[in-house]
């Protein structure tokens, strides 16, 4: 019996010291160096680079770039400190005071988001792998000259909740590692839609959010969740942009690519009811989507609003990935964030 | 399928740090829950099934009810607990590995109860009769259950723990799915299918299958040794 019991033991903690513990500490220093190279090896700017992302019939997807360009369809990210002093509540509705946040590395963040290195950095994303950035520097955005302090024991740790297409096209990866190394900070990233990214900083689980709609951000400065940090004029740092894009079945049967502008584009995919997919999930995405219908559908981010469109309109709740996906199989129209498109079209979209 | 096959298998011999830890928080995450489980819902279900007291039928009728709550609520509630607004903010259990397996244990130790309970609801008979025929004192008798119940002990552990691994709705609302901190091998397979990877997360799988393989294989030596 001890023996057998020694044996389960000995089992227990091989497989736990093979796989648990002895990984975890050797591991992240490792990633981190990792791309903090790779980071390098980007700076240096190389020569124009070859475009291979530009439409391409034999990309094995099914949807492909119809509409884009359009002023309404910019895109902008905004960077916004959650205010320590906010009126939290909790599940109950209840006020919480003592809610912990960490303002002084939410701010050693974006002023380094919105510095000169950060800018470089951002700047050149996706220029070799894509063929062209997925971001662009707005050229009004905030600057800042402070000094990054660098990290204590109780500011290393930052949360940072953001939206899924900064994070799912790999610009956080390839950005925070130098941003880590330098000032030694810690950023937590989670991502979710920017309905759920605000959300999740309401309920205090975030110290700043990286969020891009313009008007669930000013809803929560008005609510007083956040606030304006020193050197800077405004609560909203909208600092970058890049473009929305409707996407669509290469054959493109609303021949949307003729439209005038993308509100006609829109127009003429309702008028035929051809099978469009929304994100439904309060994502930046989604806000910017019900704002390009016609009015008379009288669309809004409300699952009632479409119920008349159903058997055209899938209103589904789910990542960009997803409704990508979903779009190539129904051979359906979808708006989706450029940067996000070229990274899943790279990564083949479909199972291989 | 047969690229994310051969991917899968170029993927075990890589190095890829990213790719290890998120081996490795799943492995912590779903041994250590998967053990806590087994020690605190196999007691419980000798308890179910051999004691003798008020109220017993209720328990186990609640314990199968709990068997059956939907991991999303159960990780909606832990994100509401330890939320930064949550009564239980001062653990700063919210995005850790620690939380999700507060999450995971919430979830499988009735699992691991229920079936202990349904197992000796068959032969606690027998085993009652032999101990008051030995006249075994009550923790003496407890003990015997146990060490009479191997056999299906080690079946639940394994079905706990398969259940730990390959849970996704709970760990990804407590957890949050952060890179080198609380990204499992599910929540990863979730961010790849949507990010267009679709080979890479179906690798994922695989590897996840294979681990699951290699812990059964183990866990069933032990079983025939100890039948």
């Given at each position: 019996?001890?023996?057998?019991?020694?044996l389960?033991?000995?089992?227990?903690?091989?497989?736990?010291s093979?796989?648990?513990?002895?990984?975890?500490d050797?591991?992240a220093?490792?990633?981190?160096?990792?791309?903090?190279?790779e980071?390098?090896?980007?700076?240096?700017?190389?020569e124009?680079?070859?475009i291979t992302?530009?439409p391409?019939?034999e990309?094995?997807?099914g949807?492909?770039?119809?509409?884009?360009?359009?002023?309404?369809?910019?895109?902008?990210?905004?960077?916004l400190?959650?205010?320590e002093?906010?009126?939290f509540?909790?599940?109950?509705g209840?006020?919480?005071?003592?809610?912990?946040?960490?303002?002084?590395g939410?701010k050693?963040?974006?002023?380094?988001?919105?510095?000169?290195?950060?800018?470089t950095?951002?700047?050149?994303?996706?220029?070799e792998?894509?063929?062209?950035a997925?971001?662009?520097i707005?050229?009004?955005?905030?600057?800042?000259?402070a000094?990054?302090?660098?990290?204590?024991?109780?500011?290393?740790?930052?949360?940072?909740s953001?939206?899924?297409?900064?994070?799912?096209?790999?610009?956080?990866?390839?950005?925070?590692?130098?941003?880590e190394?330098?000032?030694?900070?810690t950023?937590?990233v989670?991502?979710?839609?920017?309905?759920?990214a605000?959300?999740?900083?309401?309920?205090?689980?975030?110290?700043?959010?990286?969020?891009?709609?313009?008007?669930?951000?000013?809803?929560?400065?008005?609510a007083?969740?956040?606030?304006?940090l020193?050197g800077y004029t405004?609560?909203r740092?909208?600092?970058?942009y890049n473009?929305?894009?409707l996407?669509?079945?290469?054959?493109?049967?609303?021949?949307c690519?003729?439209?005038?502008d993308?509100?006609d584009?829109f127009?003429?995919?309702?008028?035929?009811?051809?099978?469009?997919?929304s994100r439904?999930?309060?994502?930046?995405t989604?806000?910017?989507?019900?704002?390009l219908?016609?009015?008379?559908?009288?669309?809004?981010?409300?699952a009632?609003?479409?119920?008349?469109?159903?058997?055209?309109?899938?209103?589904?709740?789910?990542g960009?990935?997803?409704?990508?996906?979903?779009?190539?199989?129904?051979?359906?129209y979808?708006?989706?964030?450029?940067?996000?498109?070229?990274?899943?079209?790279?990564?083949?979209?479909?199972?291989? | 399928?047969g690229k994310?096959?051969?991917q899968a298998?170029d993927?075990?011999?890589?190095?890829?740090?990213?790719?290890?830890?998120?081996?490795?928080?799943?492995?912590r995450?779903?041994?250590t829950?998967s053990i806590?489980?087994?020690l605190?819902?196999?007691?419980?279900g000798?308890?179910?099934?051999?004691?003798?007291?008020?109220?017993?039928?209720?328990?186990?009728?609640?314990?199968?009810t709990?068997m059956?709550v939907?991991?999303?609520?159960?990780?909606?509630l832990?994100?509401?607990?330890?939320?930064?607004?949550g009564?239980?903010?001062?653990?700063?259990?919210?995005f850790?590995?620690?939380?999700?397996?507060?999450a995971?244990?919430?979830?499988i130790?009735?699992?691991?109860?229920?079936?202990m309970?349904?197992y000796?609801?068959g032969?606690i008979?027998e085993?009652?009769?032999?101990?008051?025929?030995?006249?075994?004192?009550?923790?003496?008798?407890?003990?015997?259950?146990?060490?009479?119940?191997?056999?299906?002990?080690?079946?639940?552990y394994?079905?706990?723990?398969?259940?730990?691994?390959?849970?996704?709705?709970?760990?990804?609302m407590?957890?949050?799915?952060?890179?080198?901190?609380?990204?499992?091998?599910?929540t990863?397979?979730?961010?790849?299918?949507?990010?267009?990877?679709?080979?890479?997360?179906?690798?994922?799988?695989?590897?996840?299958?294979?681990?699951?393989?290699?812990i059964?294989?183990?866990?069933?030596l032990?079983?025939?040794?100890?039948?």
């Amino acid at each position: 019996m001890k023996k057998r019991i020694l044996l389960i033991a000995l089992a227990l903690m091989l497989t736990l010291s093979v796989f648990g513990c002895a990984k975890t500490d050797t591991t992240a220093p490792e990633a981190t160096a990792e791309v903090a190279t790779e980071v390098m090896a980007t700076e240096v700017p190389t020569e124009a680079p070859a475009i291979t992302a530009e439409p391409n019939q034999e990309d094995g997807l099914g949807i492909t770039i119809l509409f884009e360009q359009d002023d309404s369809l910019i895109n902008n990210y905004s960077l916004l400190a959650v205010n320590e002093a906010a009126p939290f509540v909790d599940a109950d509705g209840k006020a919480v005071a003592d809610v912990a946040i960490n303002t002084v590395g939410a701010k050693a963040l974006i002023d380094w988001m919105l510095g000169d290195e950060a800018a470089t950095l951002i700047a050149n994303y996706g220029v070799e792998q894509y063929g062209e950035a997925l971001f662009y520097i707005k050229e009004d955005k905030p600057v800042s000259t402070a000094e990054i302090p660098q990290e204590i024991d109780e500011t290393k740790t930052i949360r940072l909740s953001t939206t899924t297409s900064v994070n799912d096209s790999g610009l956080l990866a390839y950005l925070l590692p130098t941003f880590e190394s330098e000032y030694g900070y810690t950023v937590e990233v989670a991502s979710a839609g920017t309905g759920k990214a605000i959300a999740a900083a309401q309920m205090g689980n975030a110290d700043l959010i990286l969020v891009h709609s313009k008007s669930q951000e000013e809803a929560y400065v008005t609510a007083g969740f956040s606030k304006i940090l020193d050197g800077y004029t405004s609560e909203r740092l909208t600092f970058m942009y890049n473009f929305f894009v409707l996407i669509g079945p290469k054959d493109d049967p609303a021949k949307c690519a003729e439209a005038t502008d993308v509100k006609d584009a829109f127009a003429r995919i309702a008028e035929g009811k051809f099978p469009f997919v929304s994100r439904g999930d309060l994502s930046g995405t989604h806000t910017k989507e019900v704002s390009l219908w016609p009015e008379s559908l009288a669309i809004t981010t409300d699952a009632a609003s479409v119920e008349a469109y159903s058997e055209w309109y899938a209103y589904s709740n789910a990542g960009m990935g997803v409704c990508l996906t979903m779009a190539n199989e129904m051979n359906a129209y979808i708006l989706s964030d450029k940067a996000t498109f070229l990274a899943f079209r790279a990564n083949g979209g479909t199972v291989g | 399928m047969g690229k994310a096959l051969q991917q899968a298998f170029d993927l075990l011999f890589s190095s890829d740090a990213e790719l290890w830890n998120i081996v490795s928080v799943t492995m912590r995450m779903t041994l250590t829950s998967s053990i806590a489980a087994l020690l605190l819902g196999a007691p419980l279900g000798v308890l179910y099934a051999g004691a003798r007291f008020p109220g017993r039928k209720a328990l186990i009728v609640l314990n199968r009810t709990l068997m059956g709550v939907p991991p999303v609520v159960c990780g909606l509630l832990c994100y509401l607990l330890f939320s930064g607004v949550g009564p239980l903010r001062h653990l700063q259990l919210l995005f850790t590995v620690n939380g999700m397996i507060v999450a995971q244990v919430m979830l499988i130790t009735p699992i691991v109860a229920g079936n202990m309970e349904t197992y000796l609801s068959g032969v606690i008979g027998e085993i009652r009769e032999t101990a008051r025929g030995l006249r075994l004192s009550r923790a003496k008798t407890f003990f015997v259950t146990l060490g009479e119940s191997k056999y299906a002990l080690v079946s639940t552990y394994l079905f706990g723990f398969g259940r730990a691994m390959a849970e996704v709705g709970a760990v990804s609302m407590v957890g949050g799915a952060i890179a080198f901190k609380t990204n499992v091998m599910t929540t990863a397979i979730m961010m790849y299918t949507n990010r267009g990877d679709f080979t890479l997360g179906l690798a994922l799988g695989v590897l996840l299958l294979l681990i699951s393989l290699i812990i059964n294989v183990l866990a069933h030596l032990l079983q025939r040794r100890s039948a």
